[in-house]
């Protein structure tokens, strides 16, 4: 059993930064993968980033890659969501989650068993 907690959400101007942490609870921490997903309003959550459990390997989505890194601190039971050159678009709540899964690219919603309750996160323009 994991228990994800996110934080760090907030209004920024297009352009800004921000970032996100997810606290997760249990010993068991560093044998999962991790990952960021988002919701727009009127939208279905969508994939953003994930990390394997050593933290070697990461994998983006498109819309994000290049400006958003993902990043884990096993020691802290920590993941990480640095968000750079945010754009309006990038407006949604972002939850993180944890998979048992060993692929690099695990991008669907139904392959991570844990979420968080997610952080809001809007850019204005």
């Known amino acids: 059993q994991v228990q994800l907690v996110e934080s760090g959400g907030g209004l920024v101007q297009a352009g800004g930064s921000l970032r996100l942490s997810c606290a997760a609870s249990?010993?068991?921490?560093?044998?999962?993968?991790m990952g960021w997903f988002r919701q727009a309003p009127g939208k279905e959550r969508e994939f953003v980033a994930t990390?394997?459990?050593?933290?070697?390997?990461?994998y983006y989505a498109d819309s994000v890659k290049g400006r958003f890194t993902i990043s884990r601190d096993n020691a802290k039971n920590t993941v990480y969501l640095q968000m750079n050159s945010l754009k309006p678009e990038d407006t949604a709540v972002y939850y993180c989650?944890?998979?048992?899964?060993?692929?690099?690219?695990?991008?669907?919603?139904?392959?991570?068993?844990?979420w968080g309750q997610g952080t809001q996160v809007a850019v204005s323009s």
């Open positions: 989650a944890a998979s048992s899964g060993v692929s690099l690219q695990l991008r669907r919603r139904n392959e991570y068993a844990y």
């Open positions: 990390i394997i459990w050593s933290g070697g390997g990461t």
């Open positions: 249990g010993r068991t921490f560093s044998s999962y993968a």
